[in-house]
């Protein structure tokens, strides 16, 4: 059974502090997935990142795969209010179906 | 990308009641998945609705208790039957589409009294 431990489970900052939160596995992933969930609302893809070593960036968010594909981090500078939420990665196995991790609720204090 | 319309989008039912939670797409599909989530938690897959055949459910998830439907390419309900104030918790659906990418409706909010 494929695993994805995403940590730090919780996390708490001020308005302008870098932050960045982890997800790990000792599986390999074909491709993992990061999504934003708000409250009330479902989960929102923001990006896949599917080759090993690979690096996207939207705007102050920055996602990295791992080598190995084993794991991912996602890198936001200068944290907004705006980007509260809870933060979930997600990989595929090569299955249509998703692994997620626990999620990582984060809260911008203005 | 796709989208999704879920309905409802919340209620509140007595125990031993059923609901059917509806899910709609905006384009053809071949993937739709249902999960469960506590509020602020991750998700939970209840099953995968497989068109033209019956659900593919994960552990812990009988066709009793949630039976599904998948008509076409556009559409799936999830029932929650038999419902217990443990059932209280947020369905979504899913689309998927290609390089495993999901599409997710904004959830139904159950509350079992």
């Known amino acids: 059974t494929q695993l994805l431990e995403q940590s730090p489970q919780f996390l708490s900052i001020q308005e302008g502090e870098n932050l960045t939160v982890y997800c790990n596995s000792s599986s390999v992933f074909s491709s993992l997935q990061w999504y934003r969930q708000e409250p009330g609302e479902g989960p929102v893809l923001l990006v896949t990142?599917?080759?090993?070593?690979e690096v996207k960036k939207l705007k102050r968010l920055t996602f990295q795969f791992g080598d190995a594909r084993k794991d991912s981090s996602l890198h936001i500078t200068a944290a907004q209010p705006g980007d509260t939420g809870l933060y979930l990665c997600?990989?595929?196995?090569?299955?249509?179906?998703?692994?997620f991790g626990k999620g990582t609720k984060l809260t911008v204090n203005p | 990308s796709a989208v999704i319309s879920q309905k409802p989008s919340r209620d509140i039912c007595q125990r031993g009641t059923s609901l059917t939670i509806q899910c709609q797409v905006d384009s053809q599909v071949t993937m739709m998945f249902w999960y469960r989530q506590q509020p602020g938690q991750s998700l939970t897959l209840i099953a995968t609705?497989?068109?033209?055949?019956?659900?593919?459910?994960e552990s812990g998830f009988v066709i009793d208790k949630f039976p599904i439907s998948r008509p076409n390419l556009t559409f799936s309900t999830l029932t929650v039957s038999n419902m217990s104030p443990e059932d209280s918790s947020i369905y979504l659906c899913?689309?998927?589409?290609?390089?495993?990418?999901?599409?997710f409706g904004a959830g139904t909010r159950l509350s079992v009294l």
């Open positions: 609705a497989n068109q033209g055949s019956e659900a593919t459910y």
């Open positions: 899913s689309a998927g589409q290609a390089g495993n990418i999901q599409y």
């Open positions: 990142v599917v080759t090993g070593g």
């Open positions: 997600a990989g595929s196995g090569g299955s249509e179906k998703l692994v």
